[in-house]
């Protein structure tokens, strides 16, 4: 119920997914970046990788930023592009996670799955809201 609630919400505001991701992205490069580079030894995950990873972030709130100021016309397609862009995310994350499985700590992996759950559920929100867009609009969906 509180699935459907948030769609129709979503569908009704869409910009607002990108303040959502973008506040999101925001939050983990500081995580990332800062917090747990300044805190290594607790989480495992080599510095190098965390600044790696934090890249990713601020690239997607810049995006954010800039999908937010764009025209409503550009709405479906910048959607499905973070949308799988955060999607990708979540598989390099996992990645990382793996060529690094010896030096990652139980702290590390903690974060990691949260984040991993976090981003896909809302990478798969972005993805569905894109899609019944384009579904009210009459667009045709390519597959």
């Known amino acids: 119920m509180a699935t459907i609630k948030l769609i129709k919400w979503a569908e009704k505001n ?5 303040l959502i991701d973008g506040m999101g992205a925001i939050l983990s490069a500081f995580l990332l970046g800062i917090v747990f ?13 965390l600044y790696f990873l934090a890249g990713f972030p601020i690239l ?4 954010d930023l800039y999908s937010f100021l764009q025209k409503p016309e550009s709405i479906i397609s910048n959607l499905r592009f973070i949308g799988a862009m ?11 996670g793996l060529s690094h499985l010896q030096d990652i700590r139980v702290l590390g992996w903690i974060y990691l799955i949260i984040e991993i759950f976090v981003v896909a559920t809302l990478a ?12 009210k609009s ?3 969906i390519p597959d």
């Not at 869409?14 to 990108?18: G, S």
């Not at 997607?60 to 995006?63: A, E, G, L, R, S």
């Open 138 to 140: 009459g667009l045709p």
């Open 124 to 135: 798969l929100y972005e993805l569905k809201i894109a899609k019944n867009l384009k579904l």
């Open 14 to 18: 869409p910009k607002n997914l990108f």
């Open 37 to 49: 580079v300044h805190w290594q030894r607790f989480f495992g995950i080599p510095v190098a990788s």
């Open 60 to 63: 997607f709130f810049v995006f």
């Open 86 to 96: 955060n999607l990708f995310y979540c598989i390099l994350s996992i990645g990382v």
